[in-house]
């Protein structure tokens, strides 16, 4: 099973897991990668960003990542979800997760 989105709204890490592991007894390990907004980017500060994205591409290109992590090892689940729109500091902009036994 994976999951890809692209969304402007917040996601909840734990929250995700746990759809993860609901009916899954198989699963031995879930690894994930929170990737955050910086307040400084080569030396300057930044207040915001806003990351664009075009539709029905970006799902490609991160399913194609997604199927390509899938040939090379036995996952069992996988999660991508990247966030578009106004970001300030701190904010969550990717999660990547995986399950495997």
Known sequence: MARVAIQTADFDLGAEVDAMRQGHTDI?????????????????GVAAMTLEHYPGMTEKALTALVEEARSRWTLLDV????????????DPIVLVAVASQ
Do not use: K, M, Q
């Open 28 to 44: 031995g390990a879930i690894a994930s990668f929170v990737g955050l907004a910086r307040d400084l980017n080569e030396g300057c």
């Open 79 to 90: 999660t991508v979800i990247h966030r578009v729109g106004r970001l300030l500091p701190g």
